[in-house]
């Protein structure tokens, strides 16, 4: 099975803090995708890549990055945290509309 | 661009009791159809999928889905469900074009005995 792996289960950081959320898959998915859950929202596309060192922005990248320098990496990046950016989020690795997801990294912007 | 509506916030349905999830979608071309189940603390789990033909879907854990192209919908359905079955429901219609996923806004199932 794919496995989709989220460094951080549960994170708590301080605002203006620069973070990074980290995502690794292990089975070679050329694409990869960030999305934020809230409760009464969903799932907000948030960033995605097809390849390495490709970008493409989903339906809310305003105060988002993204980096993957390697295939099997995807980063997200909050570059000055903020008390809206409170959330759940979660991780995808696709190949063939087969999305795996991770569990997720609850953070918390105090 | 696509977009899913899930009516219900939230569903109580009794332990052996049939149970039917209602989503809309709107999506100018043939849809592609996901239903996701999220368990407390548990990333998305597939339940069933459609892309073409029969327009009712068989998915995993006693679940089905019906297309109806006419008016836009994809219900999910079981016939008797099991306190198992509580937790988070998500309908999502992909884009053709970029592998994107849209999805509803969850309806939250709770079993009660």
């Known amino acids: 099975d794919v496995k989709v792996t989220q460094s951080s289960r549960y994170l708590v950081k301080r605002t203006g803090e620069k973070v990074f959320l980290e995502c690794v898959q292990d089975?070679?998915?050329?694409?990869m995708f960030w999305y934020r859950q809230d409760p009464g929202l969903g799932l907000r596309l948030i960033y995605f890549s097809y390849d390495v060192k490709m970008k493409e922005k989903g339906d809310i990248p305003e105060g988002y990055s993204v980096s993957r320098e390697k295939k099997e990496r995807f980063s997200l990046i909050l570059e000055s945290a903020s008390t809206n950016q409170t959330s759940m989020y979660l991780c995808?690795?696709?190949?063939?509309?087969?999305?795996?997801f991770g569990s997720g990294t609850r953070l918390t912007v105090v | 661009a696509q977009s899913v509506t899930q009516p219900d916030i939230h569903i109580t349905v009794s332990e052996g009791a049939s149970l039917e999830l209602r989503c809309n979608y709107s999506y100018g071309a043939t849809p592609y159809l996901f239903w996701y189940v999220q368990s407390p603390g548990q990333g998305l789990q597939l339940l069933l999928k459609?892309?073409?033909?029969?327009?009712l879907v068989q998915g995993i854990k006693g679940f089905e889905a019906e297309f109806k192209r006419s008016q836009s919908s994809f219900n999910l359905r079981k016939p008797s469900v099991h306190w198992s079955d509580a937790a988070e429901y998500f309908c999502?219609?992909?884009?053709?074009?970029?592998?994107?996923?849209?999805f509803g806004a969850g309806t939250t199932v709770t079993v009660r005995a």
């Open positions: 999502a219609v992909g884009a053709t074009a970029d592998y994107k996923l849209s």
């Open positions: 089975m070679d998915h050329e694409n």
């Open positions: 459609y892309f073409s033909g029969d327009t």
């Open positions: 995808a690795s696709m190949r063939g509309w087969g999305y795996t």
